[in-house]
């Protein structure tokens, strides 16, 4: 569903009420672009030369799962292996980016559209991977809907190690320098879903998946 007119009219009222033009002038965009090219970053955390091992490490201390195949070709073998192991049926739903893989020689039905409520598993790629938190970065899109990653209770998702960057600032900075402009949704996933309201206990998958299994991919 594109909501972008709903959005600029909400936006446009906004506006309106303090008394400012219902579209945003040329001069207040520079001045925001000039704010963002010229700002200085804040202290950084020491997170080792290796992104791909504190990728790793972060990404195990937040309760995700990991594999690791040589190329895209392997990931549908490494998914119906995780997917035996869990003892959940390989049917699945995922992202359009991935239609190319071959699913089927691995035993893996996947249907590419966004889900619904009977879909137990969503397969994703990601935009890159921030080794710092072992966040996923995920940018939505036509064919990367962002309910792939929220909505089934198992979410696998396909890193290229290539795109693990250091820390959150680095993943803007890439999808600045890659798209100039984020989408209508950019989401970091740092693990399974997970609130600890009642009595302080840690419960997963609360708001979404209740398991995150990464898939990291050595060469692209």
Request: proline share 6%.
């Amino acid at each position: 569903m594109d909501t972008s007119a709903a959005r600029q009219a909400i936006f446009s009222r906004i506006r309106q009420a303090k008394n400012r033009p219902s579209e945003t002038a040329q001069s207040e965009l520079d001045k925001v672009q000039s704010y963002l090219d010229h700002h200085e970053g804040g202290p950084r955390p020491d997170i080792g030369s290796d992104l791909t091992e504190r990728f790793r490490q972060q990404a195990l201390r937040t309760s995700q799962t990991l594999d690791e195949v040589a190329t895209l070709a392997d990931v549908p073998q490494a998914v119906a292996r995780y997917l035996d192991g869990m003892g959940i049926p390989k049917t699945a739903i995922g992202w359009e980016t991935l239609a190319a893989l071959p699913w089927q020689q691995a035993g893996v039905d996947v249907a590419f559209r966004p889900p619904v409520n009977e879909d137990m598993v969503g397969i994703t790629g990601c935009f890159c991977a921030v080794a710092e938190t072992g966040t996923l970065m995920l940018l939505s899109g036509a064919a990367t809907f962002a309910s792939a990653a929220l909505l089934p209770e198992t979410h696998i998702a396909i890193v290229p190690i290539a795109r693990i960057v250091g820390a959150i600032e680095d993943g803007f900075a890439l999808a600045k320098a890659e798209r100039g402009s984020l989408p209508r949704a950019s989401n970091f996933i740092s693990g399974p879903s997970r609130t600890g309201d009642i009595e302080q206990t840690i419960v997963l998958g609360a708001h979404g998946p209740y398991r995150v299994h990464v898939i990291l991919v050595r060469d692209i």
